[in-house]
């Protein structure tokens, strides 16, 4: 199941180059990512893009979810911020507490979420 890949790794389990050099330069992006912090982070992730949707009938962009998570991330350079929002809203969404399509707005609240 996709949900005991670890972050970072592709569907081989082969690990990212990009997450490689991710935890050598900026360890604390690659430790944030931990399962343990993404399921402490899910509801409350889910809550934050249940109010976006409510207030703006869309969903939030991507980097405005992993920046309401961890404000120091424009600090970062842009491939590693970048890589750090892909790895958080796909690693919420394997854990069904965020869905996405194609769209952009189309971040939604997961099945995990108390009010979906």
């Known amino acids: 199941m996709a949900a005991d890949i670890p972050m970072g790794t592709g569907r081989t389990g082969r690990q990212d180059p990009t997450h490689q050099k991710i935890a ?3 360890p604390e992006l690659a430790d ?3 399962t343990d912090l993404l399921a402490r982070h899910g509801k409350k992730t889910a809550v934050m893009v249940a109010a976006y949707v409510t ?8 980097l405005d ?12 350079p842009h491939w590693a911020r970048r ?5 958080l809203i796909r690693g919420l969404a394997r854990r069904r507490w965020l869905t996405y399509g194609r769209d952009r707005g189309s971040l939604r609240p997961g099945p995990q979420h108390p009010a979906t």
């Open 32 to 34: 944030w990512l931990t």
């Open 55 to 62: 207030a703006h009938g869309q969903g939030p962009a991507w």
């Open 83 to 87: 890589w750090y929002v892909e790895q």
């Open 24 to 26: 050598a330069d900026y």
């Open 65 to 76: 979810v992993a920046t309401h998570q961890r404000p120091d991330l424009h600090g970062y």
